[in-house]
């Protein structure tokens, strides 16, 4: 049962537009939310990251929304580059388990920006 | 420069053969952990450290087996029993795993494990 869910497996856009990526996720106990970004066979890297307490965090060209009602965020890439072109992976944290603030990550998105 | 290491990036394992995946950190990290990552899945964690000399199993523990002697070391050890071994094992270390915010996760660069 995945409780982090990225149902969007691919996503292509021009270059210059807006990228959405979407993220559900079905614990309310998650507090925290990651998206990461992975290129071909490098580790993921952090991009941004937004606490439940907010609903919008941004930085640069990246923007993430957090719906908690929905159990949804999504993260915006505006404007879109060839060099955006990664999978991007949505995490969610809280104490679901024990002691450890548990990440699930969920099964990625492959973004293609097309020039 | 700090991060993480991985070694070795592509590793070969015949049937019956334990391998060892090899770990190491230099950002003074406390916590460590191990995922495997499958085709159109999510990271799956395997293991996790909070403390020198001290682990967790995680969600697909069965098959692995891990030390941490060292603070900046976090060895894997894929075992024969271990059925379906083939697969992409990323290592990452947080400064806290157990703190309020999720502590950003800080990863390796992957080695990828192929059966003969």
């Known amino acids: 049962d995945q409780q982090v869910k990225q149902n969007s497996p691919s996503l292509s856009v021009q270059e210059g537009r807006i990228s959405i990526l979407n993220c559900d996720y079905t614990n309310s106990m998650f507090d925290y939310f990651l998206w990461y970004k992975k290129y071909p066979a490098e580790g993921p890297t952090f991009l941004i990251s937004i606490s439940s307490i907010k609903d919008k965090n941004e930085d640069g060209r990246f923007t993430v929304f957090l719906n908690k009602s929905a159990k949804h965020l999504s993260l915006h890439i505006v404007p879109s580059q060839p060099g955006d072109s990664a999978v991007y992976f949505c995490a969610a944290s809280g104490r679901v388990a024990t002691s450890y603030d548990k990440v699930i990550f969920g099964p990625g998105t492959s973004l293609s920006v097309i020039p | 420069d700090g991060g993480i290491t991985q070694s070795p990036k592509y590793l070969f394992r015949k049937e019956g053969q334990n391998v060892t995946l090899s770990c190491e950190q230099n950002l003074n990290h406390d916590a460590m952990y191990w995922y495997r990552q499958d085709p159109g899945q999510g990271l799956r964690l395997i293991y996790y450290s909070q403390i020198v000399n001290d682990f967790q199993k995680g969600d697909i523990a069965e098959g692995y087996s891990v030390s941490r002697e060292k603070k900046e070391s976090f060895p894997l050890t894929v075992t024969s029993a271990q059925k379906n071994p083939t697969a992409f094992y990323l290592c990452?270390?947080?400064?806290?795993?157990?703190?309020?915010?999720?502590?950003?996760?800080?990863f390796g660069p992957g080695t990828r494990l192929l059966v003969l």
């Open positions: 990452a270390s947080s400064i806290d795993p157990a703190g309020s915010f999720g502590e950003t996760q800080y």
